[in-house]
């Protein structure tokens, strides 16, 4: 399974910017897709995902409102819309995704290499 993360990059506050990951893989059919960050000196934090039993969107409480995580099943690539991003939104998103049972805020069981959002005052 390979999860290719791109279109992080620097914006301003207020500024909005899209995320995605491109999921590849014979064998991959997702049970569940999202993303996840790290900000620098922390943990890794749930973001977002998708998840297709029950047919469920889960989003962290600082980021709902903000952010919009969809899935485009013809390329196989999910997107995390992200707008009226706060310099607290800095971090390295990373994409990843699971073919078994998943609820948030669990991490799942592939990853992608993470894509660096900063977002200056």
């Known amino acids: 399974v390979q999860l290719q993360a791109s279109g992080g990059g620097l914006v301003q506050a207020g500024d909005s910017l899209t995320l995605s990951c491109a999921a590849s893989g014979r064998a991959f059919v997702p049970y569940c897709m999202g993303w996840y960050r790290q900000a620098p000196g922390k943990e890794r934090e749930f973001v977002a995902a998708?998840?297709?039993?029950?047919?469920?969107?889960y989003y962290a409480d600082s980021v709902k409102g903000r952010f919009t995580i969809s899935y485009d099943n013809a390329k196989n690539t999910v997107y995390l819309q992200m707008n009226s991003l706060k310099p607290e939104d800095t971090a390295v998103y990373y994409c990843?995704?699971?073919?078994?049972?998943?609820?948030?805020?669990?991490?799942?069981?592939?990853w992608g290499k993470g894509t660096l959002v900063t977002v200056s005052s």
């Open positions: 998708i998840r297709w039993f029950g047919n469920r969107i």
């Open positions: 990843a995704g699971d073919n078994g049972a998943w609820s948030p805020p669990a991490g799942m069981d592939y």
